[in-house]
């Protein structure tokens, strides 16, 4: 038996709705779907992103872990 990973279409679209425009879409049974294709930029920028945040906090802190 095997895991699956995957996306609830209509928690993407709670999440980002300008971003479910490119992502999310409706089959022809109505049910919506997940194209993962469309995702990989998205997730690389948001990498990006959070890594210089990540290294500006760190940059705020001292040697001991306190903010200067």
Do not use: C, S
């Not at 993962?36 to 290294?55: D, G, K, M, N, S």
Request: glycine share 8%.
């Amino acid at each position: 038996d095997e895991d699956h990973i995957g996306l609830v279409a209509q928690q993407v679209q709670e999440a980002d709705v300008e971003l479910a425009q490119h992502i999310v879409l409706e089959k022809e049974d109505g049910y919506l779907a997940v194209r993962p294709e469309q995702l990989v930029y998205p997730l690389i920028a948001a990498v990006q992103v959070l890594t210089r945040e990540v290294e500006k906090l760190k940059n705020g802190l001292d040697k001991g872990g306190k903010m200067r």
